[in-house]
């Protein structure tokens, strides 16, 4: 397995401009994630430095065969999942008087519109793994590349995909966008 | 519109974000590097928490019985406890072996089932040690008693006594559950009190089992159909 610990020994300074280089290439993943799995700005705020904290720690680890993308995905997804775990306990809690703000997002009304809305709102009634199966998708990624960031068959990406879309045409009709 | 029109949507404003998101990137990264160093790491340092302060009744019970091995009135509560007190650090031991071998960076559904899993057992430790409890109280007194102070429980207290606090807490163990069952979700000021009672009323076992199953079924392709 060639990692990046094995060729820069422990993660020193080029290990971070290399990580800083590639987070920025991919921040895209960082975002969709974060939206995704949460839906205050704070929560984005507080998931997207998690996700970032946990890809550094894991960055030593990383297997340079798997694209970047791929491995990134796995950790945003694995920390986003563990982190809306968490927040259902706390939200039991303290529902009643945080409520829940839909944070903007920064793309400035971009997803003011309705078919966006749509489609978050259909993530978001989702469980967390179809969600992350929904969002690779969205994404555009191949079905092996979802099966291998998931850790399951692609027959069983191409299954669970056909029933999700079935469901969203049955929300867009229902809806009639 | 169909999917595919919702798809191209959606990458059509990823593209426009990513412009924007390049910039925040770098202070995501500085501040990944910051928190990475400083943050900890999470539910495997609460279980290395809970592993240390298992392992000190462990110790001290083993030594209370080892100097009580000719008086069976206190060396078999102690031994008792000691047991149970080896079982809890036994399961302690086994979640932050689960924990500490927890690859991030592996298959999702893989690690989701794995991190389901160490909370099914947590919960069920939980919910053990809260049945237990009220039980082994009095067991805790007389060993408690003889270890800390030199008091011997039995004739400062008499065994009636004992026998009478074993019952009680078999009738506080089902008023707990009764309670738990029926209160136990309308109680908002206490989070931590809450959460207990919902272990008690098993709430919190059985959503730990359903995550795990929905990690299992996600797994295995039967989940439910759209």
């Known amino acids: ?177 | 519109m169909d999917l595919e029109d919702l798809r191209r949507i959606w990458q059509e404003q990823d593209r426009k974000l990513s412009e924007i998101l390049r910039a925040d990137a770098h202070r995501a990264a500085e501040s990944a590097l910051r928190r990475a160093e400083t943050s900890s790491r999470g539910i495997a340092w609460t279980v290395l928490l809970d592993l240390v302060l298992a392992a000190i009744p462990v110790i001290w019970l083993g030594s209370f019985v080892a100097d009580h091995l000719g008086q069976p009135a206190f060396g078999i509560p102690a031994a008792t406890l000691d047991v149970l007190a080896i079982v809890l650090l036994a399961a302690y031991a086994r979640q932050y072996a689960m924990l500490r071998t927890l690859d991030w960076t592996g298959p999702v559904a893989t690690i989701q089932q794995r991190l389901a899993d160490v909370r099914v057992r947590r919960v069920r430790v939980a919910r053990w040690i809260l049945f237990l409890a009220p039980l082994l109280w009095a067991l805790m007194l007389v060993v408690g008693l003889k270890g800390f102070f030199g008091i011997d429980a039995y004739a400062g207290f008499g065994l009636r006594f004992i026998a009478a606090n074993v019952l009680f807490g078999l009738v506080f163990l089902g008023a707990a559950v009764w309670v738990s069952r029926r209160y136990g979700d309308r109680l908002r000021t206490n989070p931590f009190l809450r959460e207990r009672l919902r272990d008690l009323a098993g709430r919190n076992l059985t959503e730990a089992e359903r995550l795990a199953d929905a990690a299992a079924s996600f797994r295995r392709d039967d989940g439910p159909r759209a």
Not at chain 1, 166 to 171: G, Q
């Open chain 1, 1 to 177: 397995m060639r990692t990046v610990a094995a060729e820069e020994g422990s993660p020193g300074a080029g290990a971070q401009e290399r990580f800083s280089a590639l987070l920025e290439e991919h921040a895209g993943i960082l975002h969709k994630t974060t939206r995704a799995y949460a839906r205050s700005e704070p929560d984005r705020q507080d998931l997207s430095q998690e996700i970032a904290a946990q890809l550094w720690r894991s960055f030593p680890r990383y297997d340079e065969r798997l694209p970047f993308s791929t491995w990134m995905y796995r950790v945003a997804l694995n920390v986003a999942i563990s982190f809306v775990r968490r927040q259902t306990v706390r939200r039991r809690h303290f529902a009643e008087l945080e409520g829940h703000e839909e944070a903007p997002d920064p793309a400035g009304g971009a997803s003011c519109g309705r078919e966006l809305q749509l489609l978050d709102r259909f993530l978001a009634g989702l469980g967390e793994l179809d969600r992350g199966l929904m969002l690779l998708y969205l994404d555009g990624r191949r079905h092996d590349v979802i099966a291998e960031v998931l850790g399951i068959s692609e027959s069983n990406v191409g299954t669970r995909l056909g029933r999700l879309k079935e469901r969203l045409r049955r929300e867009l009709d229902s809806n009639a966008v």
